[in-house]
């Protein structure tokens, strides 16, 4: 089961920043806790988006806005 929910995090976090806004928070949350990246602070979805698509790539410093 876990493996599955890894595999759909992975595939979430890789959508187009449009199709990311139409989340849940509770899911931009659950995308974020999986890339290990702090978005203490982050509140709206814009904010959360925005710490996705910065943290995706893996070479930007894990951190909030």
């Known amino acids: 089961?876990?493996?599955g929910a890894a595999t759909n995090?992975?595939?979430?976090?890789?959508l187009?920043?449009?199709v990311?806004?139409?989340?849940?928070?509770k899911q931009l949350k659950d995308v974020l806790g999986y890339m290990s990246v702090d978005f203490?602070?982050?509140?709206?979805?814009?904010?959360?988006?925005?710490l996705i698509v910065r943290?995706?790539?893996g070479s930007a410093p894990k951190t909030q806005l």
């Open 20 to 25: 990311l806004l139409t989340l849940r928070i």
């Open 9 to 14: 995090l992975e595939q979430l976090k890789n």
């Open 55 to 57: 943290n995706r790539d």
């Open 1 to 3: 089961m876990q493996a």
């Open 16 to 18: 187009e920043p449009d």
């Open 40 to 50: 203490t602070g982050a509140v709206e979805k814009k904010e959360l988006v925005a």
